[in-house]
């Protein structure tokens, strides 16, 4: 059997080959709804709000701003994929550092894609005494089954595609792009980096 050995495609060249889905303009109108739809549902709570590392650092500093009641600010690693899509485990790097005892806790990632881990840090949070847990994504990934868990506030929906920028990754490079873009068909970071 010949099998052809993948082109590789430099990094900087990346951008040219992928396919943009949400610019910045887009995705600045979609954080200022979903804060304010936080402000209306959470501004009289006195939430802790956790960023997710470190995926949700982004769209965490362009919310934060936004929000303008009192409230705490504090962040969790919890990481199913560890720069392999194909990993199933769930591995804690670091808890929340507030007494969430009693507490309403609003958790920040970038995307919600099978909800596993994100499932995961809210049920941590109530084990550690949290009264309630919302979430915030600024993307949701469409996939054909249902989820365990849904979140409270979503900002803008998305392919069942490898996505990255503002935030989201690939090999842990281009988080800080400032839109969202679909790796291109046929790719993999095996490709890009020449793996």
């Not at 109108?29 to 209306?40: G, H, N, P, Y």
């Not at 929340?96 to 309403?104: A, K, S």
């Not at 909800?115 to 550690?128: D, Y």
Request: one cysteine or more.
């Amino acid at each position: 059997m010949n099998q052809q050995k993948p082109q590789h495609l430099a990094p900087q060249d990346l951008l040219t080959e992928a396919t943009l889905i949400y610019s910045a303009e887009a995705i600045k109108k979609a954080i200022c709804k979903i804060a304010t739809d936080i402000t209306q549902s959470l501004e009289n709570t006195t939430p802790i709000i956790i960023c997710t590392m470190t995926g949700g650092l982004v769209f965490a500093g362009q919310l934060l701003t936004q929000l303008k009641f009192l409230l705490e600010v504090d962040y969790a690693h919890a990481s199913r994929y560890q720069n392999n899509i194909a990993h199933n485990t769930l591995t804690w790097h670091s808890m929340p550092n507030l007494d969430l005892n009693g507490r309403t806790v609003l958790l920040l990632d970038d995307i919600l894609d099978e909800g596993m881990t994100l499932l995961a840090m809210k049920e941590k949070c109530l084990s550690l005494g949290a009264l309630q847990v919302f979430s915030a994504v600024l993307i949701e990934k469409k996939l054909p089954h249902t989820k365990p868990i849904k979140a409270d506030f979503v900002g803008l929906q998305a392919p069942n595609e490898y996505l990255f920028g503002f935030g989201m990754d690939v090999d842990g490079y281009f988080r800080n792009l400032p839109a969202i873009y679909v790796l291109p068909e046929g790719l993999s970071k095996n490709v890009i980096f020449g793996r």
